[in-house]
Each structure stands twice: as C-alpha cells, then as structure tokens.
Antibody
Framework: EVQLVESGGGLVQPGESLRVSCAASGFAFSNFAMTWVRQAPGKGLEWVADIDVLDYNTYYGGAVKGRFTISRDNSKNTVSLEMKSLRVEDTAIYYC???????????WGQGTLVTVSS | QSALTQPRSVSGSPGQSVTISCTGTSNDVGASIYVSWYQQHPGKAPKFIIYNVSERPSGVPDRFSGSKSGNTASLTISGLQVEDDADYYCCSYVARYTWVFGGGTKLTVL
C-alpha cells in the first residue's frame, strides 16, 4: 500500500525555523517527484514546493520562495521541507503528496500542523 | 499567481447532478491540459478524482466527470450520493513545475 506519513509539525514563534518531513513507503520513491501543499485553518489548498527526480530540481510558490527549502533523501525514502523566517500566515496543515502522471498529486499524507504564533 | 475562482458552495439532493466551476486565466486553466480535481472530507487529506481535465483515476466512480472551455474548467457529479458531501478543489499546472489551486467549493448534499 502506498503510504505517506508527515511529521515534525508544532508550535513556533514568528521568525523561527522548523523542519517537517514525510516518510514514503509502498512504492519506488526514487522514481517519483514529490510535492508539499498546505492548508491554513478553514482555508483552501495552496501549492508550496516540489522536488523533481532528475537532478533534484526544486520549485517554489511565491509566498515561500527564499524562505523554504525542499529536499529529499532517496536512501531513506523521505522528503523534507525546511522552513525559515516563519510568519503567522504560514500557519497551516502541511501535506506531502506524490506527483503522479507528471502533473497530479496522488496520494496525500495525513498532514502535519504547523502553528506560528507568539 | 492568484488562486483559481470557484463558487464557495453548491448544493443538491441525492440523485441530482451538480456542476462546480473553476475559472482561471489564459496563463493557467486556459493554457493547460493538466487540470485536476480533489475531494476533501472534513478532517481528511484530499483525494485525487480527476486529471488531465476529464480523466478519472482507477477506482473513481464514473459519476464524476470533468470538462473545460476556455479559461473555465468544470466538475460535474451526477447521481449525487450522501458521501459526495465534501469540499472540492480544482488545480491547474501553470508552468515550470508550479501549480495553482482553486479556493474550494463546499458541496452540500441535502
């Protein structure tokens, strides 16, 4: 069974850093690009970042570019999101998802909640 | 990149059909064959239900269908069932491996 399990969420103060991770199982992780999508409380989905298979190319949404870094470790089947200079508006559930068929997201993990508050 | 525009809510009775629109621009929905839809029940992760505008992944009932005209994509759910009560999000590939989601639509099955 394909499974994605996020971890690392928590409460941090504005300006601090946090790293969330996603452990993948049930598929050939190194063959798939991976993505992070977030959802602020009571709000819609927002695409955050993506990491490709070849050359580990990375891509970011405008709201996080320059502050967040996506990375992967194919030996551990994990993808991570390093978040720096966190803002109150970064408060959200962070989901990781496998990129399927090149341009779609399937499946998704259960998400990890990141709360940025003083 | 601004979020795609979806109606905040739609409703229907069991057995009826509903259509959810998703309006973007000529830079995203209008230019892309890679429009997808996701269903999200409260407290759950999103589930992938439509890709490439109108294709259904394995296991998704044929009651779910997608289409696109110009800058607007649409999701139609026919033969509504109680379990279809959920939030629905459209998503469009933009360019250079970036994506934009719609604001989401709450479907209430009365």
């Amino acid at each position: 069974e394909v499974q994605l399990v996020e971890s690392g969420g928590g409460l941090v103060q504005p300006g601090e850093s946090l790293r969330v991770s996603c452990a993948a199982s049930g598929f050939a992780f190194s063959n798939f690009a991976m993505t992070w999508v977030r959802q602020a409380p009571g709000k819609g989905l927002e695409w955050v970042a993506d990491i490709d298979v070849l050359d580990y190319n990375t891509y970011y949404g405008g709201a996080v570019k320059g502050r967040f870094t996506i990375s992967r470790d194919n030996s551990k089947n994990t993808v991570s999101l390093e978040m720096k200079s966190l803002r109150v508006e970064d408060t959200a559930i962070y989901y990781c998802a496998r990129r399927w068929g090149g341009y779609n997201f399937d499946p998704w993990g259960q998400g990890t909640l990141v709360t940025v508050s003083s | 990149q601004s979020a795609l525009t979806q109606p905040r809510s739609v409703s229907g009775s069991p057995g009826q059909s509903v259509t959810i629109s998703c309006t973007g621009t000529s830079n995203d929905v209008g230019a892309s064959i890679y429009v997808s839809w996701y269903q999200q029940h409260p407290g759950k992760a999103p589930k992938f239900i439509i890709y490439n505008v109108s294709e259904r992944p394995s296991g998704v009932p044929d009651r779910f269908s997608g289409s696109k005209s110009g800058n607007t994509a649409s999701l139609t759910i026919s033969g509504l069932q109680v379990e279809d009560d959920a939030d629905y999000y459209c998503c469009s590939y933009v360019a250079r491996y970036t994506w934009v989601f719609g604001g989401g639509t709450k479907l209430t099955v009365l």
